[in-house]
């Protein structure tokens, strides 16, 4: 008879072990400060423990959706823990949507039970309003769900799995929405496999322990907010520092006051602390390692922080992957600006024609490919989706990227954002990196519409940094000369802001579907952007 105080061969990789294993090595240590509020790791096994108990006594069973609706706190990992004990999948729902949006989000998971923060529970209500089926809902904590559980709302069969009570690998644990920079988000499954791999890689480069203290800023509807870093901690026994969103001040006046050791964030967050009037007096020394994603880290920044004595970390990954695909050590930052670097371990990479799909060996340039336990199981409940992306056995990632005779790998732009100007392809992000060059330019996107001569040409969207000025004429000169005339946009526009995903990636769908009713340009292109 199997012993059920142990994973079987089907479980070995499952997460609901990690707070009961870190609980008895190590009962008293801090796992999560939220805010202030400490929660050691023995409490945190047992609330998730007992929450996971009154699941399974409920009527959940293995592969139920569980949707949330919070901001970053430690209610949430425990309802986290407790999915993953319970065989449960998490789904969290970004608190930055409209009703109608996290009503669609809502239809196609399907969860049997919506866990609500209090102070969003008038949001929940008015996307559970929109639903034709909505589900049970409760409030997160001691005084909500782990007080008492509701019963599932079932309108669905219960999932397959139902009467098996023993965790596996292959279980789904998150269900997280794509940022939908392209359209309409799709729901990733990530399974346990999923995220133990990501983690092992993760701690094969970043060297992490238990007397670490990670600052987590990124939002924990976003696969980032788990698998960069706070997951890792969980694991190792170090504390996790959660903040419900990103202030710069604050982020300053934090690091010093916990001592933290590990950041996460993205290059716009690093550039609004470097330009924080505390960020030259501010006590950096327990920050020995900063982790960078969702961009290249432009090199100006990069150094600013190298001279503050922060060892960057650069990389590049996508919910698909769990997220971590490549990684830029800390030894390569200076010498390979504009570099995502190589894989992480137990990842692989291809690069693919992306008119043939022939892979191409060494040095060349085509689409990024993945494959690795770290690839996701599939989206919910869309076959076609799913067959598409990971076609012949490779997650398809859709971005352009170069790759030289070393190895390393260097993100160019997405395939789609690509646009053919005179027969000649063009990167939107290479044109924004001129753009933001310019003194005055604070923010850029830039995007391809329809020309009658040339095809398409370059429309630049710009935000003018506060207290400056500049104009068309004047960026389109300053884009002249470091540009070939082709990639010189046709026009530039100024705006008051970017659309942006909560990792701060311009939504360039958005831009487009704003253009959609615009006249297209006229023959003749802006003046110097052709010969």
């Known amino acids: 008879m199997t012993n059920p105080t142990l994973p079987t061969s089907d479980g070995l990789h499952t997460l609901g072990r990690w707070t009961t294993d870190r609980s008895a090595a190590t009962p008293n240590r801090i796992a999560i400060d939220d805010r202030g509020c400490t929660l050691a790791y023995s409490e945190l096994e047992r609330r998730a423990a007992n929450l996971a108990a009154g699941l399974r006594s409920a009527g959940y069973r293995i592969g139920d959706r569980i949707a949330t609706l919070t901001g970053n706190s430690s209610d ?272 692989s990479v291809a690069v693919a024609d992306p008119a043939t799909g022939e892979l191409l060996e060494g040095a060349a340039a085509g689409e990024l490919l993945v494959g690795g336990p770290g690839v996701f199981a599939g989206y919910f409940r869309d076959p076609a989706a799913t067959a598409a992306v990971l076609a012949g056995g490779w997650l398809h990632t859709g971005d352009l990227v170069e790759r030289d005779a070393e190895g390393y790998i260097r993100v160019v732009d997405r395939l789609k954002d690509i646009y053919i100007s005179g027969g000649e392809n063009v990167a939107p992000s290479e044109v924004e990196a001129v753009l933001l060059g310019h003194p005055a330019v604070e923010q850029a996107a830039v995007v391809g519409v329809e020309d009658a001569r040339w095809g398409e040409t370059g429309l630049a969207f710009v935000v003018v940094r506060p207290g400056m000025a500049t104009d068309e004429q004047e960026l389109l000169e300053h884009c002249s000369s470091q540009l070939a005339r082709f990639k010189v946009p046709a026009r530039i526009e100024m705006v008051a802001a970017l659309p942006r995903t909560a990792l701060n990636k311009v939504l360039r769908a958005k831009l487009r579907q704003e253009l959609a009713g615009r006249p297209a340009p006229g023959l003749e292109p802006a003046a110097g952007n052709r010969a």
């Open 76 to 347: 949430h990992v425990v309802a986290f823990f407790a999915c993953a004990k319970a065989g449960l999948v998490l789904v969290p729902l970004s608190w930055r949507l409209a009703p109608r949006e996290l009503a669609l989000q809502l239809e196609v998971a399907e969860p049997q039970l919506l866990l609500v923060e209090d102070d969003l529970a008038a949001l929940g209500a008015a996307a559970c309003a929109l639903l034709a089926h909505r589900p049970r809902a409760a409030s997160l904590g001691p005084g909500g769900v782990e007080k008492s559980v509701p019963p599932p709302t079932r309108v669905s069969p219960a999932p397959e799995t139902t009467g098996r009570q023993d965790v596996h690998d292959d279980d789904a644990l998150l269900m997280v929405f794509t940022s939908g920079t392209e359209g309409a988000g799709k729901a990733a499954v990530l399974t346990h496999a999923n995220c133990f791999w990501n983690n092992l890689s993760l701690s094969r480069t970043l060297d992490m322990g238990s007397s670490d203290v990670v600052l987590a800023v990124l939002p924990q509807f976003h696969v980032g907010g788990w698998n960069i870093q706070p997951l890792l901690a969980w694991w190792v026994g170090a504390t996790v520092v959660l903040e419900r969103g990103f202030d710069p001040g604050r982020v300053l006046q934090l690091i010093p006051e916990r001592r933290v050791t590990m950041l996460m964030g993205v290059p716009t967050q690093y550039l609004m602390l470097a330009e924080h009037p505390d960020f030259a007096s501010a006590e950096l020394g327990s920050l020995r390692h900063a982790v960078v994603g969702g961009a290249p880290m432009p090199a100006p920044l990069l150094r600013i922080w190298h001279r503050r004595g922060v060892a960057l970390s650069q990389g590049y990954g996508l919910t698909e992957a769990s997220p971590n695909v490549l990684c830029l050590a800390n030894e390569d930052a200076e010498r390979m600006v504009g570099y995502s670097g190589k894989p992480y371990p137990h990842v």
